[in-house]
């Protein structure tokens, strides 16, 4: 063992956050959440003797640990007053430098905007650790892009030297340095992504080369190892992945087990090898070990779940059209042997937002509900990123009404082929699928029997109010902006509950450490559907303590699935079979 995160804490609520060892392995930084809030610290290990360090940083968030030698690059806030740190504003995110053994007073600061309080400044160091690369973003605008600038240590350089000095709504991230010249992925004019390779002595774009094309298919994923580049696509919610070499001539597809998803493919330059994980709806998490030379893939590890059989389920996909007419993916899960009569429960899985991909993956706590007879689905729905930045596009600001009418239509496709029924049937969604749980419910209320509303974002119009809130505006659009405020107020999941409606029952979920998504959405959003409602259904709110946005240990999230489970089965009327 050389990190044990239950040691953390005394009862299990800090986990681990990150964990990054340095070029030359002699030390590690990782990062530790407490009771689940978005802030963390970080610490340092010495690897040979794995005792930690004296250096302790705080005040840590939206942040990555980058190896520059004998120190890291890191992203921070001030100290927030006392007290205050769920409400604080998160303003003026700053980069710094830490050394390894030295107390963070110390710290050098490399990048501040003072000007500009609501941009995210994140520093990277390229895999030879020669060049400094700073992305910086201001969502709180509305804009999805980000500007890029670097820095050549080699030479000596202190300021930073612009490649992108404009942000808009397009992406440029350096996935790597080749010799003097970096690999640029960005969607600019490739909605889907691309490849690029940029000299930064002569950043303008009419010099740079396209080294891997848009294609039909998402770039869900570039890097690079052994000399190649690897490039991961998404056809149709499912991994593709292939081997190129640095000048982008394809050298062969990587043969995944199935159909799932897969990540990974990320090494060193001298590496003979890389690593990548699989899994799919019924395919455990495995990690594999692809040898570049011969262009195979061997098992390193899978996971063990004792009399588990894959085969003993169904996981199909099929497509549907939603209310304008376009087809939407969805994955259904079920037990073999499944008689497609109406009759049985069902639970509907949605997201659809942020140019999040609802990806195919395992879950051995939905193995219960599967055991129990459920169909589970995962609806693809639009505002994520199964077709790329278009498919996002088409579930945010004024189009986020399309993001509820597939998840609507969703329902009704189950219903219409007798998968379920709506006494049978339960939707489900956590963040913003919260507040996709919480929009359908007053706009369908009929078509469902159970809703399960997890740390939500239920009022719309005051959202950007609270915490890091202001960093969603790209997708959800701004009550300041009086278009986007006409649409937020028209599903807004707080301000659409109806009198005297007859509602699903309902389980809203929250937990007092979320500095994300604040408890108060879901504190007014019970209030609310409990003083207004004419059903006789529960209307019940969970709030957890010392847990955040996700469950803060493995216990809490278990409890959490009991509870949820128990409501469900409760409200459909079923008896576990044990």
Not at 525 to 548: D, H, M, W
Request: proline content about 5%; hydrophobic content about 35%.
């Amino acid at each position: 063992v050389l990190i044990d995160p239950n040691m953390f804490s005394s009862d299990g609520t800090a986990r681990l956050t990150t964990f990054v060892p340095s070029k030359n392995g002699q030390y590690a930084g990782y990062g530790i959440s407490r009771s689940g809030s978005d802030w963390q610290e970080y610490c340092v290990m010495e690897m040979t003797t794995k005792r930690t360090q004296s250096d302790t940083l705080k005040w840590i968030k939206v942040s990555s640990i980058s190896w520059q030698g004998d120190g890291f690059y890191y992203s921070r806030y001030d100290a927030p007053e006392k007290g205050k740190e769920l409400s604080s504003k998160n303003e003026n995110h700053k980069v710094y430098f830490h050394r390894v053994n030295k107390p963070q007073s110390q710290d050098e600061l490399v990048y501040e905007d003072p000007a500009h309080p609501q941009r995210f400044h994140f520093a990277n160091t390229t895999e030879d650790e020669r060049f400094v690369i700073l992305s910086v973003s201001e969502r709180g605008k509305g804009m999805k892009g980000n500007a890029l600038y670097y820095r050549d240590v080699a030479k000596g350089e202190k300021k930073f030297t612009a490649i992108i000095d404009t942000i808009g709504d397009d992406n440029f991230n350096v996935v790597n340095n080749v010799g003097d010249k970096f690999l640029l992925r960005t969607n600019k004019n490739a909605p889907n992504g691309k490849v690029m390779l940029v000299d930064p002595q002569h950043p303008a774009e009419n010099n740079w080369k396209e080294i891997l094309h848009e294609r039909p298919e998402p770039l869900q994923n570039a890097g690079t190892g052994g000399g190649k580049l690897f490039a991961t696509y998404m056809k149709d919610v499912t991994t593709r992945a292939y081997v190129y070499s640095l000048d982008g001539t394809l050298e062969n597809e990587v043969q995944l087990p199935d159909l799932g998803s897969a990540g990974g493919f990320d090494g060193n330059n001298d590496d003979k090898f890389v690593f990548y994980s699989f899994t799919s709806f019924n395919f455990p998490p495995t990690i594999y070990r692809y040898d570049i030379a011969s262009q195979k893939s061997t098992l390193f590890r899978t996971s063990e779940i004792p009399d588990y059989k894959p085969t003993d389920y169904v996981n199909e996909q099929i497509f549907y059209k939603s209310k304008d007419g376009t087809s939407i993916p969805m994955f259904i899960v079920y037990k073999k042997g499944l008689v497609k009569n109406g009759k049985n429960p069902a639970l509907l899985y949605g997201y659809g937002g942020f140019n999040i991909t609802t990806s195919p993956n395992f879950s051995s706590l939905r193995l219960a509900l599967l055991e129990q007879g459920f169909v589970y689905a995962s609806a693809n729905i639009r505002g994520g990123g199964e077709y790329g930045e278009k498919w996002h596009e088409a579930g945010t600001k004024l189009k986020k009404q399309n993001v509820f009418d597939d998840f609507i239509a969703a329902a009704e496709w189950l219903i219409a082929n007798k998968y379920t029924s709506p006494e049978m049937l339960t939707i489900q969604g956590g963040s913003n699928g919260g507040l996709l749980v919480g929009a359908v419910m007053n706009q369908r209320p009929e078509l469902f029997k159970v809703a399960i509303a997890q740390v939500g974002v239920m009022d719309m119009l005051r959202f950007h109010k609270f915490t890091i809130g202001w960093n969603w505006i790209p997708d959800y659009g701004s009550s300041d902006n009086e278009a986007e405020f006409r649409a937020l107020y028209a599903y807004s999941p707080l301000q659409n509950i109806r009198g005297g409606t007859t509602y699903p029952a309902t389980l809203i979920t929250t937990s007092d450490h979320d500095d994300r998504v604040v408890p108060a959405h879901s504190f007014k959003y019970a209030a609310t559907l409990q003083n207004t409602t004419g059903g006789t259904a529960p209307l019940l709110i969970r709030i957890e303590t010392k847990s955040g946005h996700g469950a803060s240990s493995t216990t809490k999230a278990i409890e959490l699935t009991a509870d949820i489970y128990a409501f469900i089965f409760y409200n459909l009327g079923i008896t576990p079979k044990y």
